[in-house]
């Protein structure tokens, strides 16, 4: 079965750290761009980090500081280590594949169509 598994979210208070874990199966990640996306209530899913197959990484200004995103091939495993968090990075923080091998890496949620079910981030002020 191809999906990604979502894991590692909680409960962190402001200027903590958690790392979320992505679990795929039924593929290579290292075949694919990747991406940790982020929604929270009543606001529009956010691009938080991407990463090429080839390893180059994109990241918007918002977290580009603080948060890096990273592949473990053995393991087949996507990572997201999040830094000096702040309350606004409560959300529900997804993980997803590139619809397809091969092109461009961007930002953009379109060009990602295989999904996890999310995992939940809580940063208390």
């Known amino acids: 079965q191809v999906q990604v598994v979502e894991s590692g979210g909680g409960l962190v208070q402001a200027g903590g750290s958690l790392e979320l874990s992505c679990t795929a199966t039924?593929?290579?990640?290292?075949?694919?761009?990747m991406g940790w996306f982020r929604q929270a209530p009543g606001e529009e899913r956010e691009t938080v980090a991407v990463?090429?197959?080839?390893?180059?990484?994109n990241y918007p200004r918002s977290t580009s500081d603080r948060f890096t995103i990273s592949k473990d091939i053995p393991k087949n495993t996507l990572y997201l280590q999040m830094n000096s968090l702040v309350p606004e990075d409560t959300a529900m923080y997804f993980c997803?594949?590139?619809?397809?091998?091969?092109?461009?890496?961007?930002?953009?949620?379109?060009?990602?169509?295989?999904w996890g079910h999310g995992t939940q981030v809580t940063v208390s002020s």
């Open positions: 997803a594949r590139k619809r397809k091998t091969g092109g461009a890496c961007s930002r953009a949620a379109s060009i990602f169509g295989l």
């Open positions: 039924g593929f290579n990640v290292r075949d694919y761009c």
């Open positions: 990463i090429a197959d080839h390893g180059a990484t």
